[in-house]
């Protein structure tokens, strides 16, 4: 940890923080970095960090950086929707709860489809849920040995999101991707290197230093290229993405207003509160 | 065998099975088992047996199991098409014969494409032709290291079937899968797992515990997020899926009135007289 | 050398070589062999070579053999585009010669995705730039281990083609991908088969003989059932293949007239002096 430390703050960018409560954002060497800053969370996503990350998307993809990378603070990478995103407060029902949800979850898959640049993850630790089906939607994803994948839909009563249920079958096989999308199996980050969703698995202790090496280097290859290469490869499956990430929340919204879903996300926290 | 017999004893459903000549049908623990009981033929398919695979199909997609499993009886998983189908018996011509053929095939292709719920492979020795080829049709597929994987369409002057002609080269990629759909490469198990037909492989000895052990966990999955997500993965691809079906069949039906596969048959027929 | 050059002897084909300038094309045993014959030039491909490249396949196309070979001589199998393609002789301008070159790009892509008989790779050393890209478009790529794939794109300032921006993320997913075709990374023989491009790695020192033996054996089978088969799996992706082409081309074109291409290019001719 203490080797990985070094090179995190030797990387650290030197650029301007955008205003963002959940989100650490900087732009240098031609990188704009989005980095996700709940740590003590374990930079579980809120329905303001949906928002955050939306915004700051679309602010990379108009400034002049030639790659934009996503990773977390702390830990961990990401542990995925917060569950108190789901607890009723009074104000409104479970069906409008849901259908809010939905819309929120469209629209932060959309900005990932619509990216126009280079898109990189650096997996800093253990993923969960979304922050791993996304991935499927990034360009690179550089992992460091300590991170894990994990989407577990239907423990949770819930089904595949981020376009998922497309892009792992058409990477790993139906096989294997079952496996994730249906059963609850976590990866190790050699298993999701092995199965096509991460480009390169790093020790923990040159992770950090390796990877920012290679993305100074990439950074400074033609961008025009590099922008209009990486719209082209997308081109060819953005329509197809956007129906399936219309399935995909339609889907959801209907898991959020079932009994089943319910049962199980409270077992979850029952279990939660007894360990 | 003995280890795995035992564990196939006990894992043995005690629910009721249904009148059919050619398979075992029963249900137990949340799972629905359609077990090909030919061993004397290696559970070759007749046209009997066709038939009752797909009633089988359909009574399992309403039956209130959670996930339905299908498995060979015998060391065998199955030896492809029964090649007597093919036997002309002075009451058809072979162009009727065909066509017989084809629709049949059309429709057991469609009862794999359709179907509602997570369909799981225990593929439990050797696999050959249209019992390999709609794997690509499964959610999961379990085999034992003894397992292999067969398709020697060109061999019998036919041509793939089962939507292989268009998962397999999704699935392996195309320099893999003309090994195997053109060139009637015979697949490991382990080979066959690292080109993502295989979910997983198992040491014969403790193949049949470890698996019922893990559907049987799996079953207890909440059943509605299972069949909904498996829907929502299969919804993506399933009009493409039927398209591939029709036009595999279309070509088969060809293949089975031309000379060149009439006399690749004769050959391999003869080829066995002589053993 | 010894071993592989006998070999390659041994295999060389009798039959009639056609009066092509940079190709050496002749019949033997059922399989129609195209050799790329500027050994001197690391087998660039000129515009000359483009099209006797396009004129061969349409012949083999015709022809009574069952498999077509692409093989390269000398110690290179191809080193791409051969850069000279770019320079200006005063008789067009910068756009026209864009133009020209891209109508070229996209009849000779074409004449790879329409090819209607087994074709197959034989890359005898490394490969470069279109000869790495349009291998997704060959149903068998033999390489020996010498053999290595590089698609500098990024680097000369232009974009990826011959269908690989569709198949690459196809059969590598995207994150293994985008490496190689945004961020310039050469495969070894290995890492090209594990990731799907390569059916399989041979030893130099065995390489053509093994690789002469399979396809005399291949050439043998049912030519129609080989044939048919070989179209039904490209017919379902040739819309769409045909499309990936159109829009590769085009966006070629548009980077050729860029500035940022012509002084990747001239970087690169440079560097090259400098050495």
Redesign the interface.
């Known amino acids: 940890e203490g080797l990985s430390s070094t090179a995190e703050t030797a990387a650290k960018p030197s650029g301007s923080t955008s205003g963002f409560n959940s989100l650490l954002v900087t732009t240098e060497d031609g990188i704009t970095t989005i980095k996700m800053n709940r740590p003590a969370k374990k930079n579980a996503i809120t329905n303001e960090m949906y928002n955050e990350i939306i915004a700051a998307l679309e602010q990379a993809a108009k400034d002049d950086s030639v790659i934009t990378v996503f990773t977390g603070a702390g830990d961990f990478y990401c542990s995925g929707n917060d569950l108190n995103n789901f607890q009723l407060d009074g104000t409104k029902s479970v069906e409008e709860k849901a259908k809010d949800g939905a819309e929120l979850l469209r629209k932060y898959v959309k900005a990932y489809i619509d990216f126009p640049k ?1 898109l990189v993850a650096v997996v800093n630790g253990p993923a969960v849920g979304i922050s791993v089906t996304v ?7 550089y992992a460091n040995d300590k991170a894990t994948f994990h989407t577990p ?3 949770l ?4 999101e981020g376009c998922s ?3 792992f ?11 994730v ?4 199996k976590k990866l190790t980050a050699v298993q999701a290197c092995e ?5 390169e698995v790093f020790p923990d202790s040159s992770f950090q230093t390796e990877v920012w090496r290679r993305l100074k280097a ?1 950074a400074k ?6 922008k ?3 719209q ?2 997308r ?2 499956e953005k329509a ?1 993405l956007h ?2 990430n219309d ?2 929340v339609n ?1 959801l919204r ?2 959020w207003t ?1 009994d ?2 319910a049962n ?1 996300i409270m077992s979850f926290f029952m279990s939660k509160a007894k360990l």
Chains 1, 2, 3 share one sequence.
Do not use: H, W
Request: hydrophobic share 40%; charged share 15%.
């Open positions: 280079p991935l499927g939607l990034f360009d690179l994803v839909f239907s423990q009563g819930q089904s595949p249920s497309y892009i079958p058409k990477v790993m096989g139906p096989a294997k991707a079952s496996e999308l249906l059963f609850n199965l096509g969703l991460v480009t990439y290859l033609p961008p025009n290229s590099l209009l290469s990486k082209l490869i081109s060819e197809r129906a399936v399935a995909e889907l209907e898991r079932s089943e879903c199980a």
